[in-house]
């Protein structure tokens, strides 16, 4: 395996990130040594999709396969990022026990309930993906054991923004990699097969 690659530092998000929204357009085939931000999806370009923390689990979960996506972006009525939830959130354990903390029924579990908070996300800057090859970002997302990562630039009056993602399934295809529906560790095990070819 190429040993040149390493994870991008990341940090904490900051709690008043906000999310910049554009139009899209499709990804182009990488290797391990492309530009990083060629497997970005870039929320300048392509439209956030979002979730509100009231809105119920199970209508998150469809806005998601509607869109053809595993993650949401939860925020508030000013576009402020609240944290994030996944297909796996919704479909896994979480709203199970969700619903027995709470004492309510399975179908009453909210987004707030599954979803990772701002306090437990990282973010990675858009200057050092600027600078990272797609190699580091599979390094990245082993690391931290996450589909996901969040990418953010500051804004000109202060503040900062979510302006893309990276998902670990979007690079495997990038990759032209197989992506197991499995979990993390597979995916991140074909992924890094990918960086060794």
Known sequence: MN?????????PLSADATVLRCDGVLAPRV?????????MTDLRKVPA??????????????????????????????????GVVTARDIMGERPVKAA???GIPRDAVQVKHVMSKVSELEAINLDKVEHS???????????SGRQH???????????EAVCGLFSATQVGRQLGVEVSPEGPAQTFAELERSLAS
């Open 3 to 11: 040993k040149s690659f390493a994870p991008i530092q990341t940090r």
């Open 31 to 39: 290797t391990p040594e492309s530009p990083a931000d060629r497997a």
């Open 49 to 82: 999709v979002t979730a509100t923390a009231e809105m119920q689990a199970d209508e998150a979960l469809q806005r998601m396969i509607h869109a053809g996506v595993r993650l949401l972006l939860v925020v508030d009525g000013r576009d402020s990022v609240k």
């Open 100 to 102: 027995q903390d709470e």
């Open 133 to 143: 090859r797609v190699g580091d970002v599979v390094e990245t997302l082993k690391k």
């Open 149 to 159: 990562a969040l990418v953010v630039t500051s804004l000109d009056g202060g503040g």
